[in-house]
């Protein structure tokens, strides 16, 4: 399918990067969880797990774009069900972040882990119902929204580890 072989490479590269920080992520997770803390799974499920599946789901759509594809409709129809489910994912986690008793988020928390995820799913089900009428476009959303939930997968891991770190095991020194 014309448009989608100019895009091999960068999907190879960040499917590649997603399922290695997929596995990392479980190390860590594992390497955490041996300082359990009292409300950890509610957090868990607020922060730690969300960012799996933002990592899953460059995973699937680096994947899913390296399909071989007759028409752009069917891809399209693929990464528009994967945004609406993403968004309505987000719902869950904001609801999650706002109950959970373990951590307060600030503001970067909010951002980071909720709107810019967000707004990544968004812009995949926008590029379905637009991909027909502007192809390119949507493919380069498509290639933005897929890069844009690696590198919040990065940051959101990289925060809990340093919350972990500097903040939890400070904590227990006292």
């Given at each position: 399918m014309?448009?989608?072989?100019?895009?091999?490479?960068?999907?190879?590269?960040?499917?590649?990067?997603?399922?290695?920080?997929?596995?990392?992520?479980?190390?860590?997770?594992?390497l955490?969880?041996?300082?359990?803390?009292l409300?950890?799974?509610?957090?868990?499920?607020?922060?730690?797990?969300?960012?799996?599946?933002?990592f899953g789901?460059?995973?699937?759509l680096?994947?899913?774009?390296?399909?071989?594809?007759?028409?752009l409709?069917?891809?399209?129809?693929?990464?528009g069900?994967?945004?609406?489910?993403?968004?309505?994912?987000?719902?869950?986690?904001?609801?999650?972040?706002?109950?959970?008793?373990?951590?307060?988020?600030?503001?970067?928390?909010?951002?980071c882990?909720?709107?810019?995820?967000?707004?990544?799913?968004?812009?995949?089900?926008?590029?379905?119902?637009?991909?027909?009428?502007?192809?390119e476009?949507?493919?380069?959303?498509?290639?933005?929204?897929?890069?844009?939930?690696?590198?919040?997968?990065?940051?959101?891991s990289?925060?809990?580890?340093?919350?972990n770190?500097?903040?939890?095991?400070?904590?227990?020194?006292?």
């Amino acid at each position: 399918m014309p448009g989608f072989e100019e895009w091999e490479s960068f999907y190879v590269i960040v499917g590649a990067a997603a399922g290695a920080l997929i596995g990392l992520q479980f190390v860590v997770m594992t390497l955490i969880a041996e300082r359990p803390q009292l409300a950890a799974p509610e957090a868990g499920a607020a922060f730690a797990t969300p960012t799996v599946v933002h990592f899953g789901s460059a995973l699937f759509l680096s994947a899913l774009l390296r399909v071989p594809w007759h028409e752009l409709d069917s891809a399209a129809l693929a990464w528009g069900l994967t945004g609406l489910a993403g968004v309505v994912y987000m719902l869950i986690v904001g609801r999650r972040m706002r109950t959970q008793s373990a951590y307060r988020p600030d503001a970067e928390d909010w951002i980071c882990h909720l709107v810019l995820p967000l707004l990544a799913y968004v812009a995949l089900a926008i590029a379905a119902v637009v991909a027909r009428s502007h192809p390119e476009e949507a493919l380069l959303a498509v290639g933005a929204a897929t890069l844009g939930l690696l590198f919040i997968g990065i940051h959101n891991s990289w925060d809990t580890i340093a919350y972990n770190v500097f903040v939890r095991m400070r904590e227990g020194q006292d």
